[in-house]
T-cell receptor, first 117, second 116 residues
Framework: DTGVSQDPRHKITKRGQNVTFRCDPISEHNRLYWYRQTLGQGPEFLTY????????KSRLLSDRFSAERPKGSFSTLEIQRTEQGDSAMYLC???????????????FGPGTRLLVL | AQSVTQLDSHVSVSEGTPVLLRCNYS??????LFWYVQHPNKGLQLLLK????ATLVKGINGFEAEFKKSETSFHLTKPSAHMSDAAEYFCVVSDPRAGNNRKLIWGLGTSLAVNP
């Protein structure tokens, strides 16, 4: 089963360090989403790509955050100069979009749990 | 603007008894509605989705939900709870008209506990 995969599953880092997460979507999916989830909350949208184009970024995505999807397949999310407030679960989802499709279903990966000390 | 409200933050049931997780939505247009489940330290799994084809939607693991436009509700039910159903459940709304962006609007979640 080739669902959405994320790597690493867990990351512990010290404040001020840079971290990078990877997401591999379902192979035929052209859209890829990043979310952040803190304890007791639902996921918060960060950004999404359609193929290699980054179509929207949330205001939650500060300048320290950058996401790429260079070849329209896997994506990376980098956090520079991490802060303790960045500690969260980072979720990736993918979907298949085409014009006229009424319902676009997002399928989620297992997430990367980040702890900033 | 769209919104979704999960009416209970915690629900506790006994194994073998029915489950009801309540969700109300607000949308100016016919929304798409989803229920996702998240087990501890795991990712989100799609339980079911409403696509306007049928108001009663059957999902995985015996769950189903009924779309009631007059009540703006999309409650999740299961006839008989199993211990493995203990998890966090999220009701989600998506506006098909939302331009080119199909952002999901998430409820705050309902934590389901199943007692032996």
């Amino acid at each position: 089963d080739t669902g959405v995969s994320q790597d690493p599953r867990h990351k512990i880092t010290k404040r001020g360090q840079n971290v990078t997460f990877r997401c591999d979507p379902i192979s035929e999916h052209n859209r890829l989403y990043w979310y952040r989830q803190t304890l007791g909350q639902g996921p918060e949208f960060l950004t999404y790509f359609q193929n290699e184009a980054q179509l929207e970024k949330s205001r939650l995505l500060s300048d320290r955050f950058s996401a790429e999807r260079p070849k329209g397949s896997f994506s990376t999310l980098e956090i520079q100069r991490t802060e303790q407030g960045d500690s969260a679960m980072y979720l990736c989802a993918s979907s298949l979009y085409f014009p006229g499709r009424i319902v676009e279903t997002q399928y989620f990966g297992p997430g990367t749990r980040l702890l900033v000390l | 603007a769209q919104s979704v409200t999960q009416l209970d933050s915690h629900v506790s049931v006994s194994e073998g008894t029915p489950v009801l997780l309540r969700c109300n939505y607000s949308s100016s247009y016919s929304p798409s509605l989803f229920w996702y489940v998240q087990h501890p330290n795991k990712g989100l799994q799609l339980l079911l989705k409403y696509t306007s084809a049928a108001t009663l939607v059957k999902g995985i693991n015996g769950f189903e939900a009924e779309f009631k436009k007059s009540e703006t509700s999309f409650h999740l039910t299961k006839p008989s709870a199993h211990m493995s159903d203990a998890a966090e459940y999220f009701c989600v709304v998506s506006d098909p008209r939302a331009g080119n962006n199909r952002k999901l609007i998430w409820g705050l979640g309902t934590s389901l506990a199943v007692n032996p």
